[in-house]
């Protein structure tokens, strides 16, 4: 699956994450599944770690209802999550793949191991437990001129 997002959400994303750094940061993605087959991320939701945790996190569940309140009102669908790796590489750890329970959603990591080099990858993961599978999305990250409308 193809996933777009533009720049300034990644940006927001990248300096949320630094911030919060070397705690793990997170949020939720919405937008839309166009005809085409193209995920298009048009709003990104930054939310509270309440773990509070460098190798995992866990989203605030009245912060997350509010956010799911907005993608309603907006129009857009949820699309899946994102959360950071500060000092590991941009790929689902055990924890994340065991966590991952919805198999239309994407998994948006950003790797911070690197800070001035962060990297963003896309998962879909699905399965049952133990037998799980994890495929990449082709993530692109479109400037503000390639806007999705």
């Known amino acids: 699956m193809k996933i777009t997002m533009l720049r300034a959400d990644f940006d927001r994303i990248y300096r949320h994450a630094l911030a919060e750094s070397p705690r793990e940061a997170c949020g939720l993605l919405a937008g839309i599944d166009s005809p085409d087959g193209v995920r298009e991320i048009r709003r990104v939701y930054i939310l509270t ?4 945790a460098e190798e995992h996190f866990s989203i605030d569940p009245r912060e997350q209802l509010a956010a799911i309140k907005d993608m309603r009102a907006a129009g857009l669908a949820p699309l899946g999550n994102w959360h950071s790796h500060p ?4 790929r689902p750890s055990e924890e994340d793949i065991r ?7 994407s998994y948006l990591i950003l790797s911070l191991a690197e800070q001035d080099h962060p990297v963003l990858n896309g998962f879909h993961i699905e399965g049952a437990q133990g ?5 990449k999305e082709d993530l692109v990250i479109l400037e ?5 409308d």
């Open 99 to 105: 966590l991952a329970n919805d198999p239309r959603a």
């Open 144 to 148: 503000e001129t390639e806007n999705h």
């Open 131 to 135: 037998s799980r599978t994890v495929r």
């Open 87 to 90: 000092a590991s590489p941009s």
């Open 49 to 52: 770690n309440t773990d509070h």
